[in-house]
């Protein structure tokens, strides 16, 4: 009895230490994304996204931003498609997702997704 009892222990350590994690969807994490803040001045929408003119804190050196997607409720607020808003400075709170997709060869081609979740003008 105990000569099965020492045997079984160890292989069931030695088992449970070989299972690997399961791979976690982004979609199913998305609603848990980190929110990300930038102040900016709004420089308009060219058609593949909106810009974002801001500073960066290391070396105080100027870059755009650009946000593919802006949330619905955003949008309603702000209509930043008008030119109304140009010029303008914001506090623009925003995630980012990876998005995988399949080029024409079949191989992934990963891309991250900018998303404006909330804008405050300052």
Known sequence: ???TLIMTIPALCLLLLSFKPLPIDDSLTASHAQELKIIGVYDGNEGYGYNFITTNKDDGSEFTMTFQKVNEAVMKEFDIDAELFLNQKFEVTYTIKKVVTKDEN???DENEVFT???LKAI
Do not use: E
């Open 106 to 108: 079949g191989f992934d």
């Open 1 to 3: 009895m105990k000569a």
């Open 116 to 118: 404006i979740i909330q």
